[in-house]
T-cell receptor, first 111, second 116 residues
Framework: RKEVEQDPGPFNVPEGATVAFNCTYS??????FFWYRQDCRKEPKLLMS???SGNEDGRFTAQLNRASQYISLLIRDSKLSDSATYLC????????????FGTGTLLAVQP | EAGVVQSPRYKIIEKKQPVAFWCNPI?????LYWYLQNLGQGPELLIR????????DSQLPKDRFSAERLKGVDSTLKIQPAELGDSAVYLC??????????????FGPGTRLTVL
């Protein structure tokens, strides 16, 4: 079983749609959680950190459920420019700053 | 501020040949990482340096891969000899601080290696 699991997609949605990505992680010792965005043939870039209380950044909302070891990302009012791969990432205590990446979920926003 | 710089951006070699990748981290970042990203997968850590010390190289295939960061700034990752399965994108990242798990990692554009 992979340490971080995501639906690979692709998710094809029309502009303006709301889309949700889900991720599960297997190591209960995981301490910090992130969503990275990776454009085609580009490097991953930090989109947002994920906190237990949930956090929002404009159209993006991230949630963490430690009991279920589940992370989510919600994108509201999708834009064409949101098309990318969204990588769920966890960092485990005891392996300082070792990021474990999921395989990523490909989002294609259609006009 | 300049980001993480990597070169070359693309490299095509024949199997059994050696290859080297170079990375210059963001100025002042003392932690440097090398990742491997296969097609359709997320990046996987190969090695992490704090200054010039390799503090996590457990995922580095040491029979053919080597890395160095002699002066604690830029770094080189080498493969010798390359195999067909080494075709992938090699990403370098850096972070400030001392590798705490809250540090943000900034990635370079990567080197896309094709082994024929």
């Amino acid at each position: 079983r992979k340490e971080v699991e995501q639906d690979p997609g692709p998710f094809n949605v029309p502009e303006g749609a709301t889309v949700a990505f889900n991720c599960t992680y297997s190591n209960s010792a995981s301490q910090s959680f992130f969503w990275y965005r990776q454009d085609c043939r580009k490097e991953p870039k930090l989109l947002m950190s994920v906190y237990s209380s949930g956090n929002e950044d404009g159209r993006f909302t991230a949630q963490l459920n430690r009991a279920s070891q589940y992370i989510s990302l919600l994108i509201r009012d999708s834009k064409l420019s949101d098309s990318a791969t969204y990588l769920c990432v966890v960092n485990t205590r005891g392996a300082t700053n070792k990021l474990i990446f999921g395989t990523g979920t490909l989002l294609a926003v259609q006009p | 501020e300049a980001g993480v710089v990597q070169s070359p951006r693309y490299k095509i070699i024949e199997k059994k040949q050696p290859v080297a990748f170079w990375c210059n981290p963001i100025s002042g970042h003392n932690t440097l990482y090398w990742y491997l990203q296969n097609l359709g997968q997320g990046p996987e850590l190969l090695i992490r340096y704090e200054n010039e010390e390799a503090v996590d190289d457990s995922q580095l295939p040491k029979d053919r891969f080597s890395a160095e960061r002699l002066k604690g700034v830029d770094s080189t990752l080498k493969i010798q000899p390359a195999e067909l399965g080494d075709s992938a994108v090699y990403l370098c990242a850096s972070s400030s601080g001392q590798g705490a798990y809250t540090d943000t990692q900034y990635f370079g554009p990567g080197t896309r290696l094709t082994v024929l």
